[in-house]
């Protein structure tokens, strides 16, 4: 061709060709160790062996787990670009799962996957066609491309996770909270009034919180449950320039974490003479906002809140073993040093916990789980459109803790730019509010319900909890009705019977269907069951309370997900099941 379209390759990447993605982070890490302790990649004096905290297959299905789940968020919120997400030990910092979508294929790593950049790169190229070749002109277009897609191809390889910095919104409250009630300048019997909007000390900016109306009166607690903007400008006024300052620096979020992984950059903060020269910056900073760090360093940051203070060095693999077996090299848990004391943990756990039970967090609710977090709404304040015009365009996200009264993992899930409205930047075009709290806390909850398990951290649910999870039905046919009646309360199930039968004949639903826990099943007692098919209704719009009744006269059931709350104020979005369908 005129022009090289695949010149920007990498040894590397060509050797990763037939790879999972999972499988391909595990080569990554591997490659990554040999370049850097020493030795050639492939040559047996000098091949090491990996370890990681968790064995490879699972770690491979950890990260399995959390690109399943960013992906159904990227596809179910018209994310448009992409998603990541961390999995973290927050006691010993090891990192059980990291992913990053939105990126690329190593199978096909030189094709661009974003469809608007390959657009305008292939106009690129028709322009550069339409050159004389060989012109100084040609030549220069010619560069200029081929720069282009080296760039987009770079961009796309990128791990965000450790190497992007992003504004974490909200979920940087926790943080500031935590720093507040450490050295006393907030308390939890501080009260903060938020009518919607206020200018705050010497700062110019009218300071917004999300909820126009306000929240009126609020104590400590409920402000982090409301993640009300204005009462956090507050705070971070009572802590002041030099003590911010100070405690973000103890939690490490101006320094890079020194994670296992090429490629780390540490983000931006302020420095401590713009944070000495008023509190414009220490008021946007406490939420969160007008400073940059890496997921990375968040998710460090939160895992100290939670786990008595201590901020640990994060890594991936446990050991290094060379060809005789031998440990060459070893990583566990590092503490760094102490940003806060442990009584202030167990508060901010506490106070987590209600950000999920009370606040703004209901759709992080995970059956079987005690969960803490915060959710993050984060406005991209330095992006601009092709016309010099600031975007509406927002990351949302959510940081969560499980079990909060015990903490052992924690998630990151942030979500890059769902697509809004053209006429109300709010919501999606298909309903969905843009929030954290709607999407990102949803997201975690999945995840959760997908590892957890896996790591060893049993459940414990309770007469709430049941009905979030789905449980099999038992085959009860042959039973009499104190049988089976037994056999449904093992599986927190109830029934009613049709017949007077002695014997169950038939079931609904079949066993091995799964359906919602304290669901209602039907038992035929010498009664045929009917076989008339039923149309699934349009959910859409209903409270939960109103969608249960209209399953119910269908006959049919269903599983909530969300904020799980019966309230006017929720309503259904979306359903599995197209409205109209017969089943």
């Not at 009370?358 to 609710?365: C, D, I, R």
Request: some cysteine.
């Amino acid at each position: 061709g005129i022009a090289d379209r695949t010149n920007y390759d990498l040894t590397r990447h060509q050797e990763a060709s037939g790879k999972t993605l999972g499988q391909y982070m595990t080569w990554l890490i591997t490659q990554f160790y040999e370049y850097e302790k020493g030795g050639t990649p492939n040559m047996a004096d000098n091949k090491r062996t990996v370890a990681f905290q968790v064995p490879a297959d699972l770690f491979e299905q950890f990260k399995a787990y959390l690109e399943k789940n960013l992906q159904a968020a990227i596809d179910r919120y018209e994310i448009q670009n992409g998603a990541f997400g961390i999995v973290m030990d927050v006691n010993t910092g090891a990192i059980v799962a990291m992913a990053t979508l939105g990126g690329y294929d190593p199978n096909d790593h030189l094709q661009i996957y974003d469809d608007v950049l390959n657009e305008r790169l292939e106009q690129q190229y028709q322009q550069l066609l339409r050159l004389q070749k060989g012109t100084e002109e040609f030549e220069k277009a010619k560069t200029e491309y081929n720069e282009a897609v080296a760039a987009a191809r770079l961009k796309q390889w990128r791990n965000r996770c450790v190497s992007d910095g992003y504004e974490p919104g909200s979920t940087f409250k926790v943080v500031s909270l935590a720093e507040a009630l450490d050295c006393g300048a907030a308390t939890l019997n501080d009260t903060y009034y938020c009518g919607g909007a206020e200018k705050i000390a010497d700062r110019q900016q009218i300071v917004h919180c999300w909820k126009a109306a306000g929240h009126g009166a609020q104590t400590t607690a409920q402000a982090l449950g409301n993640s009300c903007n204005i009462a956090f400008g507050h705070i971070g006024v009572q802590l002041g320039g030099t003590r911010f300052y100070e405690y973000a620096k103890d939690f490490g979020v101006m320094e890079r974490t020194g994670v296992d992984l090429p490629g780390e950059s540490k983000g931006y903060f302020f420095g401590l003479d713009v944070l000495s020269q008023g509190y414009a910056s220490v008021i946007s900073g406490a939420f969160g906002q007008t400073f940059r760090v890496t997921p990375i360093q968040q998710a460090r940051a939160i895992a100290a809140v939670v786990n008595g203070g201590y901020v640990l060095e994060p890594y991936i693999v446990s050991q290094v073993l060379d060809a005789d077996g031998n440990v060459v090299l070893e990583n566990g848990r590092t503490v760094l040093r102490q940003a806060i004391s442990e009584s202030t943990s167990i508060t901010m756990r506490d106070l987590m916990e209600k950000v999920v039970t009370e606040g703004t967090a209901k759709g992080a609710k995970t059956p079987g789980y005690r969960v803490g977090g915060k959710t993050g709404t984060s406005e991209k304040i330095d992006t601009y459109d092709e016309n010099g015009n600031q975007v509406e365009d927002k990351i949302v996200s959510f940081v969560g803790v499980a079990p909060i009264d015990d903490p052992q993992y924690l998630v990151l899930v942030a979500l890059d730019t769902p697509k809004y409205q053209e006429d109300n930047t709010k919501y999606t075009p298909s309903g969905y509010y843009i929030s954290g709290g709607l999407m990102a806390a949803p997201t975690v909850r999945d995840i959760f319900l997908d590892i957890l398990p896996y790591l060893g951290v049993e459940p414990d649910y309770s007469s709430d909890d049941i009905r979030g999870i789905n449980v099999k039905m038992p085959e009860l046919t042959g039973m009499t009705l104190e049988e089976a009646q037994a056999a449904l309360k093992e599986r927190s199930l109830t029934c009613r019977t049709l017949g007077n039968g002695a014997i169950v004949t038939d079931q609904i639903p079949a066993a091995g269907a799964e359906l919602p826990g304290n669901s209602e099943v039907i038992l035929y007692m010498g009664q045929e069951p009917p076989e008339d098919l039923v149309t699934v209704p349009d959910f859409t719009g209903m409270t939960i309370g109103q969608a249960n009744q209209a399953a119910a006269n269908a006959g049919l059931y269903i599983l909530v997900k969300g904020a799980t709350e019966d309230s006017g104020y929720v309503t259904a979005t979306g359903q599995d099941v197209e409205p109209g369908t017969s089943v």
